[in-house]
């Protein structure tokens, strides 16, 4: 099992940055890919961001292209998502993912643990 904890949410003007961390516990993340989704009020939860377990591939909801970034940190055990030039459309609560290798990345369902969230809201 592994256990995922978001961090580094809250409310940001528009225009300024987020951290988000997804820090995990349990089992090493370093053979899991990792992915961030969000889901805004009324909305189906959607892509973000993902990262291969080996870091060799990357991929973005077009919409955040060049405004965020998701690192992972495999001797911590963690995974970040940098996110600046936010806009009020950015707002949601955002998730973080695991999935082990073979899963489709941009794909929600194919990730087998999730965390509890965190609240991102931009106000214009």
């Known amino acids: 099992q592994v256990q995922l904890v978001e961090s580094g949410g809250g409310l940001v003007q528009a225009g300024g940055s987020l951290r988000l961390s997804c820090a995990a516990s349990?089992?090493?993340?370093?053979?899991?890919?990792m992915g961030w989704f969000r889901q805004a009020p009324g909305k189906a939860r959607e892509f973000v961001a993902a990262i291969h377990w080996s870091g060799g591939y990357i991929y973005y909801e077009d919409s955040v292209k060049g405004r965020f970034t998701i690192s992972r940190d495999n001797a911590k055990n963690t995974v970040y998502l940098q996110m600046n030039s936010l806009k009020p459309e950015d707002t949601a609560v955002y998730y973080c993912?695991?999935?082990?290798?073979?899963?489709?990345?941009?794909?929600?369902?194919?990730?087998?643990?999730w965390g509890q969230g965190t609240q991102v809201t931009v106000s214009s």
């Open positions: 993912a695991a999935g082990l290798p073979g899963g489709r990345l941009r794909v929600g369902d194919d990730y087998d643990y």
């Open positions: 349990g089992r090493t993340l370093s053979r899991y890919a």
